[in-house]
């Protein structure tokens, strides 16, 4: 069943409003957690200690985006998969993964030293562990996205950030500071494993040659060199704030970054969810495919703009009420940024049009040109 495509073209309004609805839902929950968490942690917790977090982040996130390797995307825009194929998928997947959190161990000292703050080199060798535990469903968590199991998805999904925020809270009421923040993260990723082993039990087999998966590879290729080129342009600010001003000065951007994606992450990431796997599916269909495009953009402009557009009106009264009186030097940073929310969400569907049609290569191209930019 996992690997029979027959069904996804079947049904696709019925589909598209059942996974909307779950996955909305599912979102709008998991944004009162973020919320919540965020007005206890940022009484609980220093712009020091979410600094010091960030600049590590910034080295983790880097090697956690060639984990993936661009091949869950693959398999959820293929037209047809085997056994064989997502097999092989998987050891390599899981193989870059074991990799990755080494080099993250590796690189524990030197991050530290880059930043002038020892207490870094164990906060990173604790963080590689995530990589252990994530590369494991890589592929697991795109079958269930490839037959819109949105309502699984939402399950693991809750249930993670509700064991993140019970670990980040009783750490933090211990006094453990910054490490409450590590302590969330691997709850995070050990808890998403675990689930998504339990409600997709599928055993890979071994590695297949001959099996078709060279496209997907190149296809993940593409994928992985725009997250590349991408994650410099959005993460050079975190890199030159931390090195060259300090961890406060950090902690203060972070979180006002943080704050402004929240709405706009939100909305675009459950409705780009749903409509990755229908949007492929109607590529043969293109009266369908545009028609379903455009109502894709009306109702996320309508959800986006409005929320954006208050966010940018009342920065000062939202960072006094989610983050408290400490954190006032982020209202400046975080009203220009929401101004800029106003299209941003729109303007990320480009990726989803490229990416449905399987144009992995004018995807990376065009991140390439947006970075230079």
């Keep these: 069943m996992l690997f029979d495509s027959q069904h996804l073209s079947r049904d696709l309004a019925a589909k598209s409003v059942r996974g909307g609805v ?46 993936d390797a661009g091949l869950s995307m693959a398999t959820v825009q293929r037209e047809t998969i085997s056994h064989e194929q997502i097999s092989t998928l998987f050891w390599i997947n899981l193989f870059i993964s074991g990799f990755l959190g080494l080099c993250v161990l590796i690189s524990a000292p030197w991050v530290a030293r880059f930043y002038g703050k ?24 795109a079958l269930l996205r490839r037959h819109m199991r949105f309502g699984v998805l939402a399950v693991i999904q809750i249930a993670s950030h509700v064991g993140n925020l019970i670990v980040t809270v009783l750490l933090a009421l211990a006094g453990w500071r910054y490490w409450a923040l590590v302590g969330g993260t691997l709850t995070t990723a050990l808890l998403g494993t675990l689930l998504t082993l339990l409600f997709c039990p599928w055993f890979p087999g071994r590695i297949c040659r001959g099996t078709g998966v060279r496209n997907m590879l190149k296809f993940g290729g593409h994928l992985t060199g725009f997250n590349l080129v991408n994650y410099f342009s959005r993460n050079a600010d975190h890199i030159l704030i931390g090195r060259f001003i300090g961890a ?60 954006t557009a208050y966010c940018a009106t009342e920065a000062d009264f939202l960072i006094g009420v989610l983050l408290g009186p400490a954190w006032r030097g982020a209202v400046p940073v975080f009203r220009i940024l929401a101004i800029a929310g106003l299209i941003q969400a729109i303007a990320g569907t480009r990726g989803l049009v490229l990416l449905s049609w399987g144009f992995s290569r004018r995807y990376f191209y065009w991140g390439l040109f947006n970075a230079i930019l």
């Design 118 to 141: 020892p207490e870094l080199t164990s906060v990173t060798a604790v963080l590689s562990l995530s990589f252990l535990f994530t590369g494991l469903t890589i592929q697991h968590q």
């Design 248 to 307: 406060d000065a950090l902690g203060l951007y972070a979180r006002a970054y943080q704050l402004f994606m929240l709405p706009i992450s939100q909305i675009r990431g459950p409705m780009t969810q749903v409509a990755m796997p229908i949007l492929s599916s109607l590529r043969n269909q293109p009266d369908r495919y545009a028609k379903y495009y455009q109502r894709l953009l009306d109702i996320m402009a309508s959800l986006t703009i409005p929320v």
């Design 22 to 67: 779950t996955t909305v839902t599912a979102q709008g929950a998991q944004f009162l957690l973020h919320l919540a968490g965020t007005m206890v942690l940022a009484r609980l917790l220093t712009p020091n200690d979410y600094g010091l977090i960030g600049m590590v982040m910034v080295v983790v996130q880097f090697a956690a985006m060639f984990k």
